[in-house]
């Protein structure tokens, strides 16, 4: 099979899996992860490779830049410490427990190779997290937490495993020049990040001052924008590519809801839900696809000791990281309270629950098998078994975490907080208050009397509204709530009607193709505005 039918028929299997993720109650990762492993029996699946460097490229950047755009910016400041204790304090815990660990498990195995292991394995993974938590709903703080640590911890991890690839591959290792380098990396990757996204702002930007808005062109360079910020950061400047992609999706998540105007903002949001889409379950697909060459790689290991290695790391990594959360969750409480002595200490519960939730995926099986084939004259020191166990510690954590999270969530009886609820609620409110006092201020003295009694019935819509948002569990407020779905159903039904005469209008050669697309899409944001709204 050519490369096209290769990527036609995983793009066909993601669809069909995700359809499938819909009514199973399985983690869509895992079905990915099988589909992936089946597939790989098919003639022309069973010898795909997976080149890290294109992997990398592909598919990190988009997926990234997407968790960074959509992270809550006011939390992940509020959380800051907790997240860079994680991101930073517990990879680096991480690659020298199961570093130390895996060398006195496996003594043949060279003590910088298991540093190696440890820090490809030391990363949760953001495509992974948000995959596994999207149909169960964690507190807001372990949530915003969670998603802030895999988008920093990437670089980490991956910086911590170039060095000791290095180490192996010159002989050789410098705490100081570590230390040096990876402030460099990270710094850089940040700075290169920021310069990447505001350039393509400002052209954006130009482009409409200039009288040249399209909303095709704005959505081509958001779409452009990370592979932009990891291509110039990592393969130009040779800093963190995943960090300056982060920080270009930052600043892009700040700037575009100031900048983007309404339509270019609706296209852009439908692209990338199609994009993402398709690239979560690409990454989840390839990494069931590459275990059949990886089992391939260690045939001359026996099952039983290959399963003891691959419990004992997993078990590392899980344990790990555990023993580091209950504490540092305390400290970074007290840092937090230096500046706000009012923030509540989180239950140990939820504590536990984010300790549980740190799965790994894509980032640790791309840089797995981006480990050397020799280093110098001689083959890598057990690189197919580095591989073997990196691939464990995703399967184990797939399965035994992603599998009991719910569970775990409704047996200590973690429940969600009402935050976002909350301030939505409170957010509508003002904006309704803000909407009515624009209309109060318009005179009706010089409106003609159609205009006039449609200002008024336009006020009382508004007021409705308010009542509704500001008193929902008041009679009052749940009548006001019961009319306005009232006369949304009322519209959305006119509207189909409308849709349906275009449509007939169409058949009988009234109107052609681009007339009923107009119309259409009138109809559509309309729709749209009724059944989001509701």
């Not at 690659?95 to 490809?120: D, E, K, T, W």
Request: some cysteine; glycine content about 8%.
């Amino acid at each position: 099979m050519h490369i096209l039918e290769h990527v036609l028929a995983m793009i066909l299997a993601v669809t069909l899996i995700g359809a499938l993720g819909k009514r199973v109650p399985i983690p869509l990762p895992l079905l990915l992860v099988g589909g992936g492993v089946a597939m790989s029996a098919i003639p022309g699946f069973d010898d795909i490779g997976l080149e890290p460097e294109i992997f990398f490229a592909l598919f990190i950047p988009p997926l990234l830049f997407a968790d960074s755009w959509l992270l809550p910016k006011r939390e992940f400041y509020q959380l800051r410490y907790s997240i860079m204790l994680l991101a930073f304090g517990l990879v680096f815990a991480t690659v020298f427990a199961v570093g130390y660990g895996v060398h006195l498990l496996i003594p043949s195995l060279p003590l910088a190779a298991c540093f190696a292991l440890g820090a490809v394995v030391s990363p949760t993974d953001a495509v992974a997290v948000s995959a596994i938590t999207e149909k169960v709903r964690l507190p807001s703080r372990s949530a915003n937490v969670l998603a802030g640590e895999s988008l920093i911890n990437d670089a980490s991890g991956l910086v911590a495993f170039k060095f000791a690839v290095a180490a192996i591959l010159t002989g050789s290792f410098s705490l100081e020049q570590a230390a040096v380098s990876f402030f460099a990396l990270v710094v850089g990757g940040l700075l290169t990040g920021v310069a990447i996204a505001g350039f393509i702002q400002w052209l954006r930007l130009s482009l409409v001052r200039r009288g040249l808005r399209d909303p095709s062109v704005s959505v081509a360079l958001s779409v452009l924008t990370p592979f932009a910020a990891y291509l110039v950061g990592e393969r130009l400047f040779h800093f963190s590519g995943i960090l300056a992609v982060v920080a270009a999706g930052f600043y892009a998540g700040i700037h575009d809801t100031k900048h983007m105007e309404t339509d270019i903002r609706l296209h852009a949001s439908n692209v990338w839900t199609m994009l993402l889409f398709v690239f979560n379950g690409l990454v989840f697909l390839l990494l069931g696809l590459q275990l059949r060459s990886v089992f391939a790689g260690i045939s001359g290991y026996h099952w039983q000791e290959l399963l003891y290695y691959a419990l004992a790391v997993s078990g590392m990594v899980i344990a790990v990281r555990l023993l580091w959360i209950f504490p540092f969750s305390r400290v970074s409480t007290w840092l937090m309270r230096l500046h706000d002595p009012h923030v509540p200490t989180s239950p140990w519960r939820n504590v536990f629950i984010t300790g549980w939730a740190g799965i790994r995926g894509a980032v640790t099986l791309a840089g797995a098998l981006s480990i050397p084939l020799m280093a110098g004259d001689a083959p890598f020191p057990g690189r197919h078994l580095l591989i073997f166990l990196a691939t464990s510690v995703i399967i184990a954590t797939l399965l035994i975490n992603g599998l009991t999270l719910p569970l775990f969530i409704r047996w200590f009886r973690v429940q969600a907080d009402d935050i976002v609820e909350r301030e939505t609620r409170a957010a509508r409110v003002a904006t309704t208050e803000a909407a009515i006092k624009s209309l109060m201020d318009i005179s009706t003295a010089d409106l003609p009397e159609e205009q006039r009694h449609f200002l008024l019935r336009l006020r009382e819509e508004y007021e409705r509204r308010l009542l509704h948002y500001a008193h929902p569990d008041t009679s009052q407020g749940q009548k006001a709530g019961t009319r306005l779905e009232c006369e949304s159903s009322i519209r959305l039904q006119a509207l189909a009607a409308e849709r349906k005469e275009l449509h007939r209008l169409r058949q009988d050669g009234i109107i052609n193709d681009e007339t009923l697309r107009t119309i259409q899409i009138d109809i559509d944001y309309a729709e749209s505005s009724l059944t989001g709204r509701k």
